[in-house]
């Protein structure tokens, strides 16, 4: 056997013996062992269903009730502990868990608890990491239980041993020690409390084989949790009292929602919530050895059970602990439980909200719990709060009461046998609480404090009406002032925290009562402040206004002309002295504040104020009901001293006229106006605003219809702008600021004359006002409509009712323009007069002065785009203005930026063809043009270049002129460019330079752009003969390209790609036949051709005139700069003068190059050969130069025109013979042609013929390893080229062979080389120069020989030999 020997043989001979006594002398030797080696049994080899074996045979044999089957059961418990035996239980039968079924049901209490503990191991085995096993356990387990009816024996123990447990531990003390028979029922009963917690909180580790629902009907039925659970709670054993606390928690937990309240309401009864309560805050003394069942969380998880959801409870803690600690505390319970046990409840039937189990209403929420830790952790802190007072004294006074009520409640229960705690009847009573004054559950001393600082303990909202009512209560029958005071205080401060909740509030005429006492200022001051919270709703409103609270305001607004009167104030009394009493505080803080007499009636016309804005319509109902209102409103203008009064009251008397339109048309009998314009400079706002909204509505009388009832107090400017004036704000600040702007001319000076004017109205007023408080103002219609006169603007000129010389002041920047149009054309109508009078006075200064306002004026009409200023109907006398040198530079300038400005303006838009749409016109330019205006400002521009001591202002204005003119008047402008001797474009000319200022060269720039796009053909022409064009091309060579800022280079290259691109029409490209011809020339040909045909061109040319270029198509260099300006400069002396500049005689020959550094360039068809001969394979030409052309055809093209030049040249020179007449139709044409059929020779004659060969062949040779096709082609010239290399010219020979090298795939071209292989031969014989590997090297020649020699093969190879081939036989003779 594998296992331990000792209890293995134990095992076996407890197995054989048949009788009861043999059987427990062996079976208690092996549970002994087993005690001592718990882990030995799970060694043991012995068969699993043997061991049971024994175990239900020996119970069979043994009574439950005797000490024996305990014995049995402390072994059942240690084998049922091994897992290895625990877990085949599912493979015996049902009788398997028999001996544990019937010894719950024993009598003897040692026997019934040991088998309530393996009922224990049992029902909590872990199964968690196997659960099919669990299954199949579960439905042989759940069957047996069912059979035995365990679900009852389990309530069946739970009643019996509850019931003796009970009876057993009366009159034992709780520290003294039980006997053994008491002790085992304990113990019983502690069990099968734990049995029963187990099945009702369902742990996740619990197999589940009891029926929860059984178990918790059985024991409700049987009034089981009454009898024995509830008074078990206070078990004096603590492990009792701990799983008779889970036991209670799981019934309520799974019962339905009747049955909890009943649950709840007889633990409520029996005194058991209230012993829980008294142990949630003290803790009972708890057994070391047992403190993970006792604890105070456990008794706070039953208290908060027993509590939630019952009314009798919450009334009975209500009156027990401070309501304040259970508000707004709350937790999610179950996962708290499921944490802690941890549950795992069970998926129920859900027949309704009412039926479900009260763990799932706390799971669903539908019923909160209060944290009752939280709550019980409060209590041991200190606290000060409106709701609560809290500290040592008022805990041990909790603790105290409580435990009285404890112990009162068990005399009475062991005297009075069903009796029942009187919850109803009991309260604690705080003697700390007693010295306060509390209203509604609230310590009046700290909510006011609270309210009037930080408000840390804000107001629950729902409990706001209440504490108002009791408070209102509270202080109409309170006779102590200072309590009276603090009550209206608090109300004021609560109401102003919870304004929605009070929009109709009863108490308002208890409080227009208490304003009106004025023997109490302090109430009243309080009463007024309250009553800025209560008139915000009107239905408070109709209640104060009912209550005559509209006559109390008035009369304490109308006592501040009676203090004005000289009515002395009531002195206030002596400051008391400090008193400990808080309410006296409170009254003495109070009256610190109290109000004057002018404070007052600011407070109440503030109040008046919030009535009529509160309810609207009152505004319209208290004039017509308290007529003297308005004129009460009035006087108050007259308050002095007292401006915050004085606006307040404008304010509100504005607010009333406007809402009763009836009174606008005669307020000027009242005498607002005047006394507005009288005191101007300190007037409100209000007034103002007053005033703006109604001079424009005054009926006859008073003022005409349709005019201002201000215009016979105020200049006729100002009035006007204020008329127009687009709000109120503007208004005020027209009619209040100082100001000299070109619409109104009003500051102090202005002021003080209309002060003194309006004082005769005014004085007599204030005087009577002293004497007589209700006196009113006395209208007299002809003395009150005088016109004022103000001596300060008499010397001011207006022009269109505007102050000219104003309008360009510092402080109008901005300012917008009234009625520009008129004032447009009033300025242009007053330009005659203006230039009249510079003639007259012989341009005095006063005239000069005038002149130049006139003219700012109108520039600042043409910058705000003023519509009247776009038909300028004055161009002639602001020309002549402008040319006008007596007026000054600055004159000139004004005028110059003037004509600028009109000519860029736009007019109206007209319609010129239904599909271009509407397009905007400049009729200013048509009329400048119409008044001379091109020619006259050509002329000027002309005068002002001639004289050096001309500004450059003046300069740069006049081109801005002409360049707006040359793009809309072209035409116009090119006549006068092209009049004789080129004027206009020599003056021009002048300042295209490089030394001048960046602007006149970009502006002159521009001037020329519509010129070179004109369609004027004497325009080219007079570019070149006036020399503009050479300043262009000045321009565009020495002039800084510039990546940043005005790039002069690039637009004067743009300029020259205009001028000389030509159209279609032939009268086009005659007239641009001389201009074209000097930048071509100037500018070198390749240049030329980039600039007018690359899209890129215009950059491409601008960066290479900076740069030094050599390629095949453009050589631009240093030597070449130097000579365009050489020549620029021996042209310099005709380009600034007058007339037409003169170029040499060969400058106009096609044939002649211009520059010497490009008269020893060979070249053809635009592309300097030499260049092109040394550039790599595969080099392609400019696409501009291609045009249509692909670059195959242009390749092809240029190919085929090379040969031609190539023979050419060797017929001129006569290097070439002719070649031999071929009686095949197939052989190469004879070429014999005549030397003037050829092309001509584009070459320097000081070349040598064999080097222009040379460079020939070798641009050749470019091609056609570009392009290897071409040598498919049939080119009868090439065999001129192949004859070449009988030349004595090393490089000429070495280039024809390497073209022989590229023929060699052509059967063609090969036909041509095989006539001159003789010749390719004997260079292998050639002089010392072949020898030495030079040019051509011996290694060419090789070639061109392999090359013969495998042509020659070819009759071998191919059925048709080119005509003419030889045979290899016959290379090999001549090679020999």
Known sequence: MGGNPSIEAKLCSAASKSTVEAWKTHFHNLVNDVKEDSAALKKVSVSKSRLWDLVINTASKVSP???????????????????????????????????????????????????????????????????????????????????????????????????????????????????????????????????????????????????????????????????????????IDPRVRAYASYTIIGLLLNSYSNEVEKIQDEALVNGISLWALYHSIK????????????????????????????????????????????????????????????????????????????????????????DWNAVMEKLELEAEEPRLIWNAATKKTLLDSLLLEIEEFDDQSRLLKDSKWEYDGFEVLYPQLLKEYIVGGYVIRLLLTDLEGRNEYPLQRGEVKALMNKLFIKATVELNRNKKLTLVRTMSLVYDKFKDEFKEWTQVPYLVSLMQQKNDPVMRDLTLSFLKEILASSANVTSFVDSNGIQTL????????????????????????????????????????????????????????LTFETKPQYQKVIPRRIPALIPHLMQLMFAEGQDDLV??????????????????????????????????????????????????????????????????????????????????????????????????IWGKTQMRELSASLDKYVAPLKAELKRRPDALFNYDVKSCVESIKYKSLKNELCVGNVYIRYLFTEEQKGETIRNPGKLAKALMAYMPVVLTRLKETKCSTKAVKDCQYVLKTQTLLVKKEIEAMTEYKAFDPLLEIMQMQGTGADTQVLAGSLVIQLLRMKGRRVSHAATTGMQATKPNVELCVAAGGTKKLAYHFISLVENPRTEDMLLLDSLEALVILSKNATEKMCEAAVEPEYKFLTSLGKLIDVKNPEKKMESCMELLEPFTESKNYKIPEALVDSGVILRLIQIAVEAEAKEEGPNYALNATKTIKRAVHTGSLPAEQKAKVKIRTVVDKLLTTGVFLMLENDPKGVEKVTKYLHEDVETPTIIWTTAIRNELHAFLQRMEPQVTSYGEVKFPDEFWSQDATFYAALKTEPVWDNVYLRLFAEEKIGYQLPEYLRGDATTKQYNEGFYHSLIKVLTRVGRTKGMLFEQEAKADSEGPPQVNRAPSMMPSIPFPDAMSPLD???????????????????????????????????????????????????????????????????????????????????????????????????????????????PGAKTFEDVELQLV
């Open 65 to 235: 009730g005797s000490d024996d089957y305990s014995l049995l059961m402390q072994g059942m418990i240690r084998f049922l502990r091994t897992k290895n035996i625990y877990t085949s239980i599912q493979q015996s039968r049902l009788r398997t868990l028999d001996p544990i079924i019937k010894g719950c049901k024993s009598s003897n209490a040692d026997v019934a608890f040991f088998s309530l503990r393996a009922m224990e191991v049992v029902l909590s085995h872990d199964f968690s990491k196997n659960q099919n096993k669990l299954k199949k356990f579960r439905t042989k387990a759940r069957a047996a239980f069912f059979e035995q009816k365990v679900d009852y024996a389990l309530v069946d123990s739970l009643a019996l041993y509850g019931k003796e447990a009970i009876k057993q531990s009366e009159g034992v003390m709780p520290d003294s020690k039980m006997k053994p028979e008491t002790q085992s029922v304990m113990n019983a009963a502690q069990m099968c409390l734990k049995v029963i917690a187990v099945v009702l909180t369902q742990p996740k580790k619990a197999t589940k084989l009891v029926k929860v629902k059984i178990v918790r009907n059985e024991i409700i039925k049987r009034n089981l949790h009454k009898e024995v659970v509830f008074p078990l709670v206070r078990s």
């Open 554 to 609: 008035l009369q304490d607004i109308v006592a501040v002309h009676k203090a004005r009167a000289g009515q002395a104030e009531v002195k206030k009394g002596s400051e008391a002295k400090v008193s400990d009493d808080f309410f006296e505080q409170v009254a003495a803080r109070l009256s610190s504040n109290t109000l004057s007499v002018d404070q007052l009636a600011l407070e109440s016309l503030g109040l008046l104020r």
């Open 647 to 744: 606006v307040k009251g404008q304010g509100l008397l504005r607010a009333l006229i406007l809402k009763n339109r009836r009174l606008v048309p005669t307020l000027a009998k009242t005498g607002l106006f005047i006394f507005a314009m009288q005191t101007l400079a300190s007037c409100s706002e209000e007034l103002l605003r007053l005033v703006y909204e109604t001079h424009m509505r005054q009926k006859e009388p008073y003022a005409k219809p349709g005019a201002s009832v201000l215009q016979p107090y105020l200049p006729g400017p100002l009035v006007e702008k204020l008329r127009g004036a687009e709000d109120v704000g503007k208004f005020i600040i027209l009619i209040k600021s100082e100001s000299k702007s070109p619409y109104y």
């Open 1252 to 1362: 222009v060969l040379a460079i020939l062949v070798r641009c050749i040779l470019q091609i056609l390893k570009t392009d290897p096709e071409l040598h498919e082609r049939k080119e009868p010239g090439l065999y001129d080229l192949l004859q070449l290399i009988v030349q004595p010219h090393g490089h000429l020979q070495a280039s024809v062979l390497q073209v022989i090298e590229c023929c060699r795939e052509s059967q063609d071209s090969m036909k041509h080389v095989l006539k001159i292989a003789p010749w390719i031969v004997c260079m292998m014989f050639n002089s010392e120069r072949t020898a030495r590997s030079n040019e051509p090297s011996l290694d060419m020649v090789f070639k061109g020989i392999l090359a013969v020699v495998e042509c020659g093969a070819w009759p071998s190879v191919l059925a048709n030999p080119p």
């Open 283 to 370: 803790p009972d003394a708890e057994d070391p050895k047992h403190n993970h069942h006792e604890g105070i969380d456990n008794m706070r998880l039953l208290f908060g059970l027993l509590f939630d959801g019952n009314r009798k409870t919450a009334s009975f803690i209500r009156k027990v602990l401070p309501v304040s600690l259970l508000s707004g505390k709350y937790k999610k319970i179950v996962p708290m439980l499921a944490k802690r046990f941890p549950f795992e409840f069970e998926e129920r039937d859900r027949a309704g909200l009412e039926a479900r189990l009260r763990w799932q209403q706390y799971n669903s929420e539908e019923l909160k719990a209060i």
